[in-house]
């Protein structure tokens, strides 16, 4: 089961999924961070797409509605949420990814 969830923007922020746009593209390969955090970067730049394309996770960009920068960024990684469910038939208890 895939679970629907709404994102709201801000006066100045908005939420935008990574592969919304062409225009997203172009900001990534624009986004820089201080050389103390590089690995943030490298992710968004290099394995954030593939991570997308085989379903380990899903990345929002959070824009600056003003300059049109990605101001942030985050990533979900899926399979990471999982319920017990029930199995009332056999009386067995087994998980599943929620996402």
Excluded: C, P, W
Excluded at 15 to 30: F, P, R, T, V
Excluded at 54 to 75: G, P, Q
Excluded at 91 to 96: L, Q, V, Y
């Amino acid at each position: 089961m895939i679970v629907e969830f709404s994102v709201y923007d801000t006066n100045s922020y908005t939420i935008e999924h990574l592969l919304d746009s062409k225009e997203n593209a172009e900001l990534i390969e624009q986004f820089e961070v201080g050389k103390n955090v590089k690995g943030l970067e490298n992710y968004l730049k290099y394995v954030s797409s593939d991570d997308e394309e085989n379903n380990f996770s899903r990345t929002y960009l959070v824009k600056d509605k003003t300059t049109k920068e990605i101001a942030s960024y985050f990533s979900i990684r899926t399979g990471l949420i999982t319920m017990q469910v029930q199995d009332v038939h056999q009386n067995k208890s087994s998980s599943f990814s929620y996402m």
